[in-house]
């Protein structure tokens, strides 16, 4: 009888792994033809006069990247800001680009990046070429207007619907999940950090007072900074702009041709003929890619540096969640980039640029070691990105300059951590439970138990020490007395506007900003900028690169089949489970409509 089952059980198992493992190796076929095929493609060719189609969509990230994505089998593409930023320094000197062709999608970033894009354009039509934007698809996001308001001429299809109706969030709370679970989140924050709400969704089932002020008042800020930016490029008021956005006048593209936001409503060709006859072009083949232009500018400029060109400037790139070790911004790799600048004598001055919520307080005070024995023999100058905040502006603080975008978020001077008690679910719902043999009172501390008073305590003290840290780091590196420090701090973050107002920041800027600050700080006359992690050749990453925007479609397999707010949900609690030791993290992550 055993025997019978056990064949059964194989056989129902075997036919479809078998059948699975012979559907995967026919896709594993057909995608690798696809990237041989397009090796063997044509190159495109440098054109004596030419036009760049620069097409934004998707995430944007301080360094490009491109990745297999083994769970949906898609080519996942991060366009990197330096590459943009090179680009369009490029392109404006370059005597055969006429003007650029702006094209937006569902741009994934945050404002001070999305600023930092709008003013690198910007820039490049300061040189008398021009910029032509054409918004299009089936909904046209705030933030695409906000990036493209800044060329010379904006058109749009005309029964695309259009969003522009000012700033919100939505923040999602797990506590009666946990609940209902029979999940206790046990939450020490530093003492008076009542705005370091990163652990409020674990706790309660709303804002708190002091979340909803902070979060009102830098939303408010990053919204009059827009405003005040379209305004200015088309012609109208900030009062005119929130009448606009208050009383939902614009629906689609013919609203906001009405109220002089967009040029006119036209057709691809339509605006193509206008882009032909600006440039003087006869053919549309004379339009180069903007995305593969900027890529090898970047490129070529770094790997220039592995032949011999020797660097004077460093930057030094840390972007994600700051942990020990993993996937995103690591201590370990940070902490070597910055050994090997110290002690490189043709680095002349550093540029620290960070995009950071924060993470692991031991990670961080790691690096703010190496930033600030580097600060004893080269200056370090900091540029925030999006986010600069909790660990990401701790480990900013010796820096002798810091740059912000307006946009950024920053400050979130505080401390928390996360124990969850997972005892009664475990008995509860699964009907597991458990003992303990120890030697002493505090030997086994578990998540299936509480933790008592005096564990409590013992963890309360820890993270206030560290909070007094944080706080003696700030009043240090910036010059605050203690009580200064203790007014801003308890968690509270700030946008770049205010943290210039409090003394958290030196000057507003992106990074071009930050460097030509530091270039003629250190009295260099021919900047030579080096990237870390420095730009290597990736045979994979380059036949990805050479994928089409249509190769890639043909690539993708499947589309992710969890709903958006179950895969968010995920991520959040993946995040979480993630976390050791005290945390030193923004209050929360919120995505700016």
């Not at 032909?276 to 072009?281: D, E, G, P, T």
Request: glycine fraction near 8%.
């Amino acid at each position: 009888m055993s025997t019978s089952t056990v064949k059964v059980s194989f056989w129902r198992i075997f036919w479809p792994s078998l059948l699975a493992s012979m559907i995967l190796s026919v896709f594993g076929w057909i995608f690798w033809l696809i990237i041989f095929g397009s090796m063997f493609g044509e190159e495109p060719e440098s054109k004596d006069s030419s036009v760049l189609h620069m097409t934004l969509s998707g995430s944007i990230g301080e360094r490009s990247s491109s990745s297999i994505n083994p769970s949906s089998f898609t080519v996942d593409k991060t366009t990197g800001l330096a590459d943009i930023l090179t680009g369009l320094e490029k392109a404006k000197e370059d005597k055969h680009v006429k003007g650029i062709y702006l094209e937006l999608g569902n741009v994934q970033c945050g404002y001070a990046t999305a600023m930092e894009i709008r003013n690198g354009l910007k820039d490049f039509k300061k040189s008398g070429k021009f910029i032509v934007a054409y918004l299009n698809g089936e909904v046209i996001t705030q933030k695409q207007y906000y990036i493209s308001s800044v060329s010379n001429e904006v058109y749009g299809f005309s029964t695309s619907a259009m969003e522009f109706m000012g700033l919100g969030g939505e923040l999602m709370f797990f506590k009666n999940t946990f609940d209902k679970l029979g999940i206790e989140m046990q939450v020490i924050r530093g003492s008076n950090n009542d705005f370091k709400s990163a652990v409020e969704p674990y706790f309660r089932t709303d804002m708190s007072d002091s979340s909803r002020l902070q979060t009102q008042r830098y939303m408010t800020s990053i919204w009059h900074d827009v405003r005040s930016q379209i305004a200015a490029d088309r012609k109208v008021t900030i009062e005119q702009l929130n009448d606009i956005a208050e009383n939902a006048k614009i629906q689609r593209v013919d609203d906001a041709v009405r109220l002089k936001l967009i040029d006119g409503a036209k057709y691809r060709d339509e605006v193509e003929a206008i882009i032909l006859k600006k440039s003087k072009l006869k053919d549309l083949k004379d339009i180069m890619t903007f995305e593969e232009y900027a890529g090898k500018a970047f490129k070529n400029k770094q790997l220039a540096f592995e032949n011999g060109s020797d660097a004077n400037v460093a930057v030094i790139v840390a972007e994600g969640g700051i942990t020990v070790d993993g996937d995103e911004m690591t201590s370990e790799k940070v902490c070597k980039y910055f050994r090997e600048v110290r002690n490189d004598d043709k680095i002349k001055v550093v540029v620290f640029r960070v995009n950071s919520p924060g993470g692991s307080a031991l990670a961080s005070e790691e690096i703010w070691r190496e930033v600030s024995l580097t600060t004893k023999k080269k200056k370090v100058i900091v540029s925030m990105g999006d986010v600069a905040a909790s660990g990401g502006y701790y480990i900013a603080t010796p820096a002798s300059t810091i740059f912000a975008e307006p946009t950024t978020i920053t400050g979130s001077i505080g401390v928390f951590g996360v124990i969850p008690y997972t005892g009664a679910f475990m008995e509860n719902k699964l009907g597991l439970t458990f003992d303990r043999v120890q030697t002493n009172k505090h030997s086994v501390l578990s998540t299936n138990r509480k933790l008592t008073p005096e564990e409590l305590t013992l963890i309360q003290n820890e993270v206030d020490q560290i909070y007094t840290q944080f706080k003696k780091r700030v009043s240090d590196g910036r010059g605050l007395t203690t009580a200064q420090v203790q007014r801003i701090a308890r968690g509270r973050v700030w946008t770049g506007t205010d943290a210039l107002k409090i003394g958290l920041v030196d000057k507003l800027g992106g990074v071009n900003d930050a460097l030509a600050f530091a270039i003629k700080d250190a009295k260099i006359k021919d900047a030579k900028i080096q990237y870390y992690p420095k730009v290597k050749v990736d045979q994979f990453e380059e036949i990805l690169e050479q994928l089409s925007s249509e190769e890639r479609e043909s690539v993708k397999i499947k589309q992710n089949a969890v709903p958006k707010v179950i895969d968010d949900l995920t991520k959040r609690l993946m995040k979480l489970e993630s976390y050791s030791g005290i945390q030193m993290r923004m209050p929360f992550e919120i995505d700016l409509h």
